[in-house]
Structure formats: structure tokens, C-alpha cells
Nanobody, 125 residues
């Protein structure tokens, strides 16, 4: 079974940090651009960040630039999202998914395939 599994979410105070992990099961992440997405209550799912297969190209939503960092360790078959200076508006379920890839040196924050269960991030005092 081919799937991506998200983990690392939790409850954190405003200004705090979390690191999310996206681990592939049943296939190798090496050749794929991967994106992180989130869906807050009552809102549509949105792209947060993406990273090309070799890690050389990254992209971020304006709302998280300077606070979130995406990275990958292909040896561990895992993509990470380091989140810092968290705000209440970052509260959401976070998902990862395979992206269609890179266009004009920009990775695409869109998703292919089905969604996993995601991991809940709650920013609250």
C-alpha cells in the first residue's frame, strides 16, 4: 500500500515551534516533489510549502514565509516541516502529498492522489 503518513502535530503556545514529519510507506520519496497543506476549521485546504525531489527548490505560502522551513531526508524517506513563531491562525490539520513537480524553477503547491489522515496542530495559550 502506497501512502504518506503525517506526524508531529500537537498543542503549542503562540510563539512556539513544532516539527512535522511526512514519511512514505510502500514507495520511495526520492523522485517526488512533496507539498505540505493545511485545512483550518471552516476553511478550504491550502498549500503551505513544497520541496523538489532533490531539495534544491522550495516554495512557501506568503502567510508562513520566514517562519516555516521545509526540508527532506531521502535516506529516511521523510519530508519535514519545521514551524516556528507559531500563531493562532496556524491552527489546522496539516497534510502532505505528492506534488505535480516543478515548473519554471518553482515547485507546485498542489496535490496529487488522495489525502492521508493528517496531523492536528493547535496553537493556543
Amino acid at each position: 500500500q502506497l501512502e504518506l503518513v503525517e506526524s508531529g502535530g500537537g498543542l503549542v503556545q503562540p510563539g512556539g515551534s513544532l516539527r512535522l514529519s511526512c514519511t512514505a510507506s510502500g514507495f520511495t520519496l526520492d523522485y517526488y516533489t512533496i507539498g505540505w497543506f493545511r485545512q483550518a476549521p471552516g476553511k478550504e485546504r491550502e498549500g503551505v510549502s513544497c520541496i523538489s525531489s532533490n531539495g534544491g527548490i522550495t516554495n512557501y505560502a506568503d502567510s508562513v514565509k520566514g517562519r516555516f522551513t521545509i526540508s527532506r531526508d531521502n535516506a529516511k524517506n521523510t519530508v519535514y516541516l519545521q514551524m516556528s513563531s507559531l500563531k493562532a491562525e496556524d491552527t489546522a490539520i496539516y497534510y502532505c502529498a505528492v506534488s505535480p513537480g516543478v515548473v519554471q524553477d518553482t515547485c507546485l503547491m498542489t496535490a496529487l492522489g488522495s489525502w492521508g489522515q493528517g496531523t492536528q496542530v493547535t496553537v493556543s495559550s
